[in-house]
């Protein structure tokens, strides 16, 4: 004899789980449709990157908010940025203690506190700068930098420029020569300074 095969065809039974009717008891095929994501991976991409190229061309025009966002990047972090903070290492403790009761110290600070206060960050922090302290993401950031005004923004550009401006570095000879920084105005001598010469007085003579 023949045998003839009906495809798509399902049971009376069948055609009611199926619709929602089953019982779903025991002995019921479940029968799953596979989801998919209603973007491919290569079309995400594609769409990324047009958005990209599409807002940075766009940015290029607003300087602006390019220095908002600048800014937001520099504090919060992101995958794109490395920045590091210059952390003021002394090699001795009175080397510490001189430097962290200076005048000059001090008048950062105090600025540094009231940038803090204003992005409504702890004023106890110890920098503005840095994702380790627990930084709000880009977005938060960015758009309570974008309520500020042009000079406040400009304060904070130039605490966190100072919070990452490498000690010893060309860069601190350029900006001072720039700004013209007269040391005599933030530094007089002090014990540790002495002390450092004594001992390097000590050591050539063999003492």
Do not use: C
Not at 199 to 207: D, E
């Amino acid at each position: 004899g023949e045998v003839t095969f009906h495809e798509g065809f399902v049971t009376t039974k069948e055609a009611k789980r199926l619709s929602g009717g089953g019982s779903g008891g025991e002995g019921d095929t479940v029968i799953a449709k596979a989801v998919r994501p209603e973007v491919s991976g290569p079309l995400n991409a594609y769409i990324d990157l047009h958005r990209h190229a599409a807002v940075r061309a766009d940015l290029a025009n607003h300087g602006g908010v390019a220095l908002r966002a600048m800014l937001a990047h520099v504090i919060a972090g992101a995958d794109l940025w490395r920045v590091d903070i210059e952390s003021q290492r002394a090699p001795k403790e009175d080397i510490a203690e001189s430097l962290e009761t200076s005048s000059a110290e001090a008048a950062f600070d105090l600025k540094r506190r009231a940038v803090l206060a204003v992005l409504g960050f702890n004023e106890e922090a110890p920098t503005v700068t840095g994702r380790p302290l627990h930084r709000p993401p880009f977005a938060p950031l960015f758009a309570r930098l974008l309520e500020l005004p042009g000079p406040v923004v400009l304060e904070i550009v130039a605490i966190v420029m100072g919070e990452t401006l490498q000690a010893g570095s060309e860069a601190v000879e350029m900006i001072g020569l720039q700004l013209g920084t007269d040391m005599r105005q933030h530094w007089s001598a002090d014990a540790a300074f002495f002390d450092q010469i004594d001992q390097r007085r000590g050591g050539s003579l063999g003492l």
